[in-house]
C-alpha cells in the first residue's frame, strides 16, 4: 500500500506542475515535450539520498525576449528550483526550440 500511496502522491503533483507551466508560460511560446521523474531514494557512495522530483522540458519560443521572461519567472516560482537552462537556448534571435530541466519543491 505505500506503493500505491506514494503512487498518488506523486500523480497528483504532475497536474500542479503542468497548471503551474501553463499559468507562467507567455504567449509565443509552446511546450512540445514533457517528461516527469518522480522523488525517490539515489545511493552514492554507499549512502542514501532523497532526490526532488525533476522535469525535463522542450519547447517553441517566437522570440529570445519572450523566452527570457519565462525564465525568470520559472526562477521565481515557488514550485521550481534547480533550474537548469543550457546556452544553446539563447543562440537563435527568433524561432527558438529550447530545452530545461528544473527541480520540483514540494
Known amino acids: 500500500t505505500s506503493q500505491i500511496s506514494r503512487f498518488l502522491k ?11 507551466l501553463e499559468e507562467i ?8 515535450a ?5 522523488p525517490g531514494v ?3 557512495g554507499g549512502e542514501a539520498q532523497q532526490v526532488q522530483a525533476r522535469i525535463s522540458v522542450s519547447g517553441f519560443a517566437q522570440a529570445r525576449e519572450t523566452l527570457f521572461l519565462f525564465r525568470e519567472s520559472l526562477e521565481k516560482h515557488p514550485l521550481f528550483s534547480d533550474l537548469s537552462f543550457p546556452a544553446s537556448n539563447w543562440v537563435l534571435p527568433q ?6 530541466q528544473v527541480s520540483i519543491t514540494q
Open 10 to 20: 506523486n500523480s497528483r503533483s504532475v497536474p500542479l506542475v503542468l497548471e503551474s
Open 42 to 44: 539515489q545511493v552514492k
Open 25 to 32: 508560460l507567455p504567449s509565443g511560446m509552446y511546450l512540445t
Open 95 to 100: 524561432d527558438i526550440r529550447f530545452s530545461f
Open 34 to 38: 514533457f517528461d516527469y521523474d518522480p
